[in-house]
């Protein structure tokens, strides 16, 4: 092997600092869902005492997780452990508002227990809950570990830094892709093959608002693709499938893609 090559990989090796499997952190993550989801599981607890003591065996495995990456952490990592266990109970509750969503707003779920069970939608939806309480505390990596995990899982692509409200309902959901920058309020409903992407910009831009604002109460169908950092879907709107929007739409619109084909309706000769 050449020697120089070898070199290069050794200096590489040698400043590459420590990090924790993605195996362990979807391990951890899975099992933070199954404690607050137990329909995701068989192993049920029937004491408070039973299931604090199980969170605090989680709360320690998650220190030392972090722990391996003290290095690139913006504080102790049993500082930021706390922090973000103390967020649960609020998580929880956001993640209730979407299952609500789902349930309520899918004619073909027939119960909340299959919702939390069986749902991509869902289950992406949940990493993202997780991913983007470890975001705000700017710890690194391990937030887009998780959304690309459920991104694997799914198709459903999620960025941990999107700002998402209550009651988000993502139906069927493959080749959905929500960006960095993207805002979206409550009671909001998408399809399978949604983009709400960005409209090319230089990396030097990168901190700048890219990807667009999606106001309360709208319903974007599959295969809409929606741009850019200025773009904003008013409330109460509806978005039909297919539709490529770079600019606003006022509130209560509904905006429809027209083909250029032309069916012609033929009948038999007599």
Not at 50 to 64: G, P, T, Y
Not at 66 to 83: E, F, G, I, K
Not at 215 to 228: F, K, P, Q, R
Request: net charge negative; hydrophobic share 40%; charged share 20%.
């Amino acid at each position: 092997m050449d020697k120089q090559f070898l070199q290069i990989l050794l200096d590489k090796h040698r400043s590459t600092g420590t990090y924790p499997s993605n195996t362990e952190i979807y391990r951890l993550a899975k099992k933070l869902l199954r404690l607050m989801f137990p329909e995701k599981t068989n192993k049920h607890y029937l004491s408070t005492d039973d299931l604090a003591q199980k969170f605090q065996k989680l709360d320690a495995s998650w220190v030392e997780m972090l722990s391996t990456m003290q290095h690139v952490l913006p504080a102790d990592a049993t500082r930021l452990v706390r922090q973000f266990m103390d967020r649960l109970p609020f998580v929880y509750e956001v993640l209730l508002t979407d299952m609500s969503a789902i349930f309520t707003g899918d004619p073909a779920s027939k119960s909340e227990f299959e919702v939390v069970r069986t749902y991509p939608g869902f289950l992406a939806i949940a990493y993202y809950r997780l991913a983007h309480e470890l975001h705000k505390l700017d710890i690194p990596l391990i937030p887009r570990i998780l959304t690309e995990h459920a991104h694997s899982k799914t198709g459903i692509d999620i960025h941990p830094a999107a700002q998402i409200d209550t009651h988000f309902f993502i139906d069927h959901g493959t080749g959905i892709t929500i960006g960095e920058t993207c805002e979206i309020g409550k009671h909001v409903k998408l399809y399978q093959g949604i983009t709400l992407g960005a409209l090319s910009v230089s990396k030097n831009l990168a901190s700048i608002k890219r990807h667009p604002t999606i106001e309360d109460n709208v319903v974007i169908y599959s295969g809409a693709t929606i741009l850019g950092g200025e773009t904003i879907i008013g409330h109460d709107s509806i978005i039909g499938g297919n539709v490529w929007l770079t600019s606003s739409i006022a509130p209560y619109s509904k905006v429809y893609h027209q083909s250029q084909n032309k069916y012609i309706e033929m009948g038999m000769d007599e």
